[in-house]
């Protein structure tokens, strides 16, 4: 396969990674455990350094030097975020811990305050534990009840089952933009489109697609989306929630404590405006800091040529993988798709492939990438998964397929 990139996002971009340039076992480093978390630019890096060695202090509260600049710095990363999904307002972003605590803040403020025995909940079997735990705890909580859309014969969101469960009862949705083990992107603005017919609010789980792909909340409509800053170039302890203005203004707070307050008495308090009203205690600061810095690198790239490379490399990926009689990819195989493969081989568990990878230098995931209940749909205990991103190579891409195929007739040989 040919690239259409003579010099490809990877070639671009690669020196801006250190991380890649080792040996592992005595092999160059191939990473393809992208969807579990990405690696870091230098520019993420360095901005973190330049804020501890010139800025840091506690933000929104001192009037010294330190602390305007660490504020500014914070707050300019939020129109940073608010810009990179075209959220309508910076007051739509809420910072949160990664993704997981986002869903949560929305569960607990949101649901408790709205959701009632009999009220419906619509998921779909691919969420990720992170979007279907706290519904369930949820659901214990108020007696509300979860209902799941199925898989399609492609292994695809199901738009029809979807529709026939959508009615007057349905309080809720919330769907995986991306999926992270079937690689699908899901119909989001369609699906927002019907819930909201039912008078339905929706969470779309954007995990997935943020860091790939432009993602537009006003497009979608949309009326909360959850990112984590660690699979978008940014560090870990990093994410985001972004709500619609008059929604985050209905929903009560979440954790309480300091900066989330306007007014404080000994037995009450009044809440400060959004988004501080979500953001008790010192926060993220730097890391909140690395994530505009992570969002401006992204948008240095172009998020439009980083989804066409990366639909370049998976075809490339999807192509060779076909080719391996033993191997079972779970998912739609072409179309628009993410960059990631779940596959199982009949010889090599998935643990001794990613183990025997290892050896070659390749990080691939294995397990059940936290969707278990689907796993079970699929009839996998669990899959190896391979995942690009933007600085991935198509010679990687090879060398994976190559020590694939060796682990195989490895194994085979022992045990066919
Ligand atoms: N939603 C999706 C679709 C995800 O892929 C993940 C993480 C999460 C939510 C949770 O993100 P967190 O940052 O709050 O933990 N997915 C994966 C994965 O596929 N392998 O490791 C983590």
């Given amino acids: ?138 659901a214990q909580r108020t007696g509300a009840v979860l209902k799941f859309v199925q ?13 026939s469960l959508l009615s007057a009862k349905t309080k809720l949705v919330a769907i995986v933009h991306v999926s992270n083990t079937l690689g699908c992107i899901n119909p989001v603005e369609e699906i927002v489109r019907l819930a909201h017919q039912q008078g339905a609010r929706v969470l779309i789980d954007a995990c997935q697609s943020v ?37 985050l203004r209905s929903m009560p707070p979440f954790l309480g404590g300091g900066e989330m307050i306007a007014d404080v008495f000994l037995d009450r308090a009044t809440y400060a405006d959004l988004p501080y009203k979500f953001e008790a205690g010192t926060p993220a600061i730097a890391e909140a800091v690395a994530l505009g810095a992570a969002v401006d690198y992204l948008n240095s790239l172009g998020m439009d040529n980083i989804h066409a490379y990366e639909q370049e490399l998976t075809t490339h990926l999807f192509q060779q993988l076909k080719q391996i009689p033993e ?57 190896a998964r391979a995942s690009v991103y933007f600085y991935n190579t198509p010679e990687e891409i090879d060398a994976f397929i190559l020590a694939l195929k060796e682990a195989i007739e490895f194994f085979g040989g022992i045990f066919g």
Avoid at 151 to 163: A, G, M, P, R, V
Avoid at 346 to 374: E, K
């Fill in 1 to 138: 396969m040919t690239f259409t990139q003579e010099r490809t996002l990877a070639t671009q971009t690669r020196a801006d990674f250190p991380i890649l340039d080792q040996e592992i076992h005595g092999k160059p480093l191939i990473y393809l455990d992208n969807a579990a978390s990405s690696q870091k630019p230098l520019a993420v890096l360095e901005a973190l350094h330049y804020y501890y060695t010139h800025d840091h202090a506690n933000v929104h509260r001192g009037v010294h030097t330190l602390s305007s600049r660490a504020t500014d710095a914070y707050e300019g990363a939020r129109d940073k975020v608010a810009a990179f999904i075209n959220a309508a307002s910076r007051q739509e972003i809420v910072y949160t811990r990664n993704a997981t605590e986002a869903i949560n803040l929305v569960a607990y403020a949101w649901g408790n305050a709205n959701l009632k025995s009999g009220d419906e909940v619509i998921l779909s079997v691919m969420e990720h534990h992170s979007n279907l735990i706290p519904w369930q705890l949820l």
């Fill in 151 to 163: 898989l399609s014969e492609t292994q695809e969101f199901d738009l029809e089952h979807y529709k």
């Fill in 211 to 247: 860091p790939h792909m432009s993602v537009d909340v006003q497009a979608i409509d949309c009326d909360w989306l959850v990112a984590s800053g660690h699979k978008m170039c940014a560090p870990t302890g990093i994410g985001f929630l972004y709500g619609k203005l008059d929604v």
């Fill in 327 to 383: 191997v079972q990819i779970y998912g739609a195989q072409s179309g628009d798709r993410a960059g990631l493969a779940a596959f199982t081989t009949g010889a090599v568990h998935p643990h001794d492939l990613s183990t025997i990878l290892d050896q070659a230098g390749i990080a691939i995931r294995a397990g059940h990438h936290c969707t278990q209940p689907l796993h079970r749909i699929l009839k996998a205990q669990s899959t």
